[in-house]
């Protein structure tokens, strides 16, 4: 197992109870696959430094989990294919 942070920009159209929704996904998507979480943080709603997709804000979400890194190349795709996704950027910790 090794430990991951992801950070998550959801579109700000999005209401905050389906903002939950997407980050019970995520976090449904690691323990079933063996992983644990170490930590949610929902930052809110923050100005984006460049406009993406025609949006100049976003619902930013942080998550810290451990997983076995097979796991994350699946987890990517799924990030990719949601459409209430703008931006994600999973980084591997260091050991």
Do not use: C, H
């Not at 076995?68 to 990719?80: N, Q, V």
Request: proline share 3%; glycine share 6%; no cysteine.
């Amino acid at each position: 197992m090794r430990d991951y942070e992801l950070v998550v920009i959801i579109r700000p159209t999005v209401a905050d109870d389906e903002v939950a929704s997407t980050v019970d996904k995520t976090s449904q998507y690691i323990t079933q696959r063996g992983g644990t979480i170490a930590e949610v943080n929902q930052w809110g709603r923050k100005k984006l430094a460049y406009p993406i997709k025609n949006f100049t804000e976003g619902n930013y979400v942080l998550t810290r989990f451990s997983i076995e890194p097979e796991a994350t190349t699946e987890m990517e795709a799924g990030l990719e294919l949601s459409e209430d996704i703008l931006r994600y950027l999973l980084v591997r910790l260091s050991d």
